[in-house]
Structures are given as structure tokens and as C-alpha cells.
């Protein structure tokens, strides 16, 4: 299994993004699939998830910003993130889980500027 994020970008604060994470096979296959981020010199942290029953859940302090979405059809994960701040930037990766085994894609880079 391969994950392709991608969307990342430069906005200033208030701004919206997309993230998309394109996976080689269906996502219906999956688990759970999710979206973790790396801001600077921290460590890897949570931020949402969706489960293969179509339930998400988010990190506390982003629930009511980013809204965590999937597209069976293209096989297609988003994450959409609004009224962005500067703690929001990070490296984001997205994940997916597939009985024990869990993949991870390449990351996308999400700067926000005060």
C-alpha cells in the first residue's frame, strides 16, 4: 500500500488548505485511516481519523477546524483545515491501518504566517 499526500501549502492565518492523501488501493480496505502532523522540533502528534464504519474523531483541540473526509470512489482521503493558525504548522502525514500492519505517506508541508 502506497499513501500520496499532497495539498500542502503556505497561507497566512485564517486561511483554509485541503489536504488529500491518495492511497494504490481502496480505502475501504482499510481500518482506520488518519492524519497525524510534525510541527518544528516537536514530536509526532495526532489529529484525526476515520474509520472504515465511516465514524471520525479528531485531536481536542482542532475539533471544529479540520473536518476529515473520504472518497471510495478515487481512493481519497482529505483533511480540511480552517481558520488556520501559526501553531498548525507541521509536517503532515497521513496513515492507514490495515489489521496490524500501518503505512504511512510521505508528508506534506502546511506553513501558516501571522
Known amino acids: 500500500v502506497q499513501l500520496q499526500a499532497s495539498g500542502g501549502g503556505s497561507v497566512q492565518a485564517g486561511g483554509s488548505l485541503r489536504l488529500s492523501c491518495a492511497a494504490s488501493?481502496?480505502?475501504?480496505?482499510?481500518?482506520?485511516m488518519g492524519w497525524y502532523r510534525q510541527p518544528p522540533g516537536k514530536q509526532r502528534e495526532y489529529v484525526a481519523m476515520?474509520?472504515?464504519?465511516?465514524?471520525?474523531n479528531y485531536a481536542e483541540s482542532l475539533k471544529g477546524r479540520f473536518t476529515i473526509s473520504g472518497d471510495d470512489r478515487e481512493n481519497i482521503v482529505y483533511l480540511q483545515m480552517n481558520n488556520l493558525q501559526p501553531e498548525d504548522t507541521a509536517v503532515y502525514y497521513c496513515?492507514?491501518?490495515?489489521?496490524?500492519?500501518?503505512?504511512w505517506g510521505q508528508g506534506t508541508q502546511v506553513t501558516v504566517s501571522s
Open positions: 496513515n492507514a491501518v490495515i489489521g496490524r500492519s500501518n503505512y
Open positions: 488501493d481502496s480505502i475501504l480496505r482499510f481500518t482506520l
Open positions: 476515520l474509520t472504515d464504519g465511516g465514524s471520525t
